[in-house]
């Protein structure tokens, strides 16, 4: 089993930056490709980033490339995404995921079995 807890989500401005924190706990995360999605209301949940077991491949929605940056910690189980030139349109619960062990940077909703509690991200115009 893998528990997830996501954090730094909040209100900002349009153009401005937030990181958002996944802190993992129990077994294997550093062996686990982790990701993160986003659901807007009245959307379906969408990929944004993923990064393999070793942080040494990312993938990025294209409506994010050059925006946001995924990292992983693995000494201290916490996956990351940077942020940064928010848009209104980035508003989303944002929710980080860890796959089922495959390992590589999927953006494939179905290869991530752990899910968090997700953290709310708002972006004002």
């Known amino acids: 089993q893998v528990q997830l807890v996501e954090s730094g989500g909040g209100l900002v401005q349009a153009g401005g930056s937030l990181r958002l924190s996944c802190a993992a706990s129990g077994r294997s995360f550093s062996s686990r490709a982790m990701g993160w999605f986003r659901q807007a209301p009245g959307k379906e949940r969408e990929f944004v980033a993923a990064?393999?077991?070793?942080?040494?491949?990312?993938a990025y929605a294209d409506s994010v490339k050059g925006r946001f940056t995924i990292s992983r910690d693995n000494a201290k189980n916490t996956a990351y995404l940077q942020m940064t030139s928010l848009k209104p349109e980035d508003t989303a619960v944002f929710y980080c995921a860890a796959d089922r062990g495959i390992g590589h940077a999927s953006k494939n909703l179905l290869d991530y079995h752990y899910w968090g509690q997700g953290t709310q991200v708002t972006v004002s115009s």
């Open positions: 990064i393999s077991w070793s942080g040494g491949s990312t």
